[in-house]
């Protein structure tokens, strides 16, 4: 069985993070933006954090944290420090994680 990641935070460090662990396991990134989830999905860049780098075209993002962290073995928290309690305490995020799942903190900042 193929492993399961969610990066929650699509930000320059949380895309970055999010591109190495797709190139291992099945991996979902979050962004709060729906328009940057819509650019990830169909152009498969992030001009306003990553620009000139072209994503993996299977690395999908969505703009629903429930979405992101459903049914996943990894929860992989890369947004600014600034931003991570906010993040982890989302009652969507905290009532969406399988309790199987583990959760990493990757903050920078």
Known sequence: MRLKIA??????WGTTV???ASH???TILWA???DLTDEINRDHTNHAY???FTLPPDLP???SIEEAVRDVDVVII???SHGFRQVLEDPRCRSSVSP???RKAATSG
């Open 78 to 80: 890369g947004v600014p």
């Open 7 to 12: 990066v929650l935070g699509a930000g320059s």
């Open 24 to 26: 291992n396991a099945s």
């Open 32 to 34: 709060r933006r729906p």
């Open 50 to 52: 990553l620009p000139g």
């Open 61 to 63: 993002a969505t703009a």
């Open 18 to 20: 999010a591109t190495l």
């Open 100 to 102: 199987r799942g583990s």
